[in-house]
């Protein structure tokens, strides 16, 4: 397939990459290497990296303003479903790649590569680069170990496979950078964030089923003068508190008119319930976004239901096992 996908990049002189909407580092550090990969192999095409971008992650680099092309080959990123993609002209594609690692959901490329093994984009990418004839440097090489090291949570989530250190190993190896620079431009964070980080520690609500929350206003988040994108990426941050099972970070977004939901698990599967309320991801790590704080509580009911048997369920084995 790989190969498959390097003919259509070659066949194009226009390629636009998009991701998803809401965007984290896997999805625009994928992006990014991609189009700098397709630049340093071909460099007479037009390759445009676009979506909303977040100044959270500007280390990464600048997405593109995008003119109004035609003829063009679009390549989706880390998107399983198509109301998910950050590009309003997806119809005007002449042709799609989707390049992805979540749960399929739904087929809307000419082409599909999916991995669901993969801990990342990026790491589909890595394989990518070695199986084709598109080229690497220790830029683009810097540029996919962010987008894997984030979303396998620096290699703690069980996505992290074999696979996932050989692809390591060699690009370390072969495109050399340096791992203490890069770590300190995407763990370092200014004191305001680390003081909504102890706000949100501090409110956290925990249901009787292990099910944490909080819901942060535009108000709250700009008391402490961060933004939405920087609030909800905190989620992370909560990973090993013994009385949680699964964790959700609820904030405002006056921006988009909408509220943004970031969720994770340490057992329950959660990208069901995700999906229900117009999102989707992991079965440990997923996000949507609602309308209202009303409807993101509905969708707290649901995680906590789901929990309650998940609960059940390993009650009963332990007990079988007995």
């Known amino acids: 397939m790989?190969?498959?996908?390097?003919?259509?990049?070659?066949?194009y002189d226009t390629i636009i990459i998009a991701r998803h909407i809401g965007v984290d580092p896997d999805a625009m550090a994928s992006q990014l290497a991609l189009k700098q990969a397709i630049e340093l192999t071909f460099p007479n095409k037009k390759v445009y990296a676009v979506g909303n971008g977040s100044s959270k992650f500007s280390y990464l680099g600048k997405l593109d303003k995008l003119e109004d092309w035609e003829d063009f080959l679009l390549l989706v990123l880390d998107t399983p479903d198509k109301k998910r993609i950050d590009f309003k002209d997806f119809d005007k594609a002449k042709e799609v790649i989707k390049i992805d690692h979540h749960p399929y959901i739904e087929t809307f490329g000419d082409l599909e590569y999916i991995d669901e093994e993969a801990s990342s984009t990026c790491e589909i990418l890595m394989e990518m680069l070695c199986a084709t004839k598109l080229k690497c440097n220790s830029s683009i090489a810097r540029t996919l170990y962010c987008g894997l090291v984030s979303d396998s949570n620096r290699f703690l989530f069980d996505s992290s496979t074999p696979k996932t250190f050989a692809l390591v190993s060699y690009y370390l190896a072969k495109y050399p950078f340096t791992l203490s620079e890069l770590y300190r431009e995407m763990y370092l964070r200014p004191l305001k964030e680390v003081r909504l980080e102890g706000y949100i520690a501090e409110n956290l609500q925990v249901s009787e089923n292990g099910v944490a929350s909080i819901f942060l206003t535009n108000d709250t988040i700009a008391k402490f003068k961060a933004d939405t994108a920087s609030a909800g990426n905190m989620v992370n941050n909560f990973n090993f508190i013994e009385e949680v099972l699964v964790w959700v970070i609820v904030t405002e977004d006056i921006k988009n008119?909408?509220?943004?939901?970031?969720?994770?698990?340490?057992?329950?599967?959660?990208?069901?319930?995700?999906?229900?309320?117009?999102?989707?991801?992991?079965?440990?790590a997923s996000g949507a976004r609602v309308g209202s704080f009303e409807e993101a509580k509905e969708l707290i009911e649901d995680l906590d239901l789901v929990t309650k048997r998940y609960i059940r369920s390993v009650e009963q084995n332990e007990n079988n096992e007995c």
């Open 2 to 11: 790989f190969k498959k996908i390097y003919k259509e990049i070659k066949k």
């Open 257 to 284: 008119n909408n509220v943004r939901i970031n969720i994770r698990s340490r057992g329950p599967a959660i990208n069901k319930v995700a999906e229900k309320y117009n999102g989707g991801g992991h079965s440990m």
